[in-house]
């Protein structure tokens, strides 16, 4: 069983950044875990955000060109470096892993494991 700690979120104003990251404890290899970002906005769905498994990424049209995913592999670390917030950003963002590294997980379903979430407030 995998545990996921996130950490990072807050209270930003627009146009700023943040960078969150989320732990992973319990399992067996953390390299051949596909790790990825999910929020979920007040009254509204879960969305996918970005996943990286080994060296691939892929992010959300929404959030393409300013979130940026890595993962630090010795630190079972995965992290999401937000730049350009914008109020629609608003949402609690968990962290979440599938056992397998591919096919990419690239939706909200794909994934074994999740993280309890933090919050991120963007403020116009």
């Known amino acids: 069983q995998v545990q996921l700690v996130e950490s990072g979120g807050g209270l930003v104003q627009a146009g700023g950044s943040l960078r969150l990251a989320c732990t992973a404890s319990?399992?067996?290899?953390?390299?051949?875990?596909?790790m990825g970002w999910i929020r979920q906005a007040p009254g509204k769905e879960r969305e996918y955000v970005a996943t990286?498994?080994?060296?691939?990424?892929h992010y959300a049209d929404s959030v393409k060109g300013r979130f940026t995913i890595s993962r630090d592999n010795d630190k079972s670390t995965v992290y999401l470096q937000m730049n350009s917030l914008q109020p629609d950003d608003t949402a609690v963002y968990s962290c979440?892993?599938?056992?397998?590294?591919?096919?990419?997980?690239?939706?909200?379903?794909?994934?074994?494991?999740w993280g309890q979430g933090t919050q991120v407030t963007v403020s116009a």
């Open positions: 319990g399992g067996t290899n953390f390299r051949t875990y596909a």
């Open positions: 990286i498994s080994g060296i691939s990424t």
């Open positions: 979440a892993a599938r056992r397998n590294l591919y096919p990419l997980a690239r939706t909200v379903n794909a994934y074994d494991y």
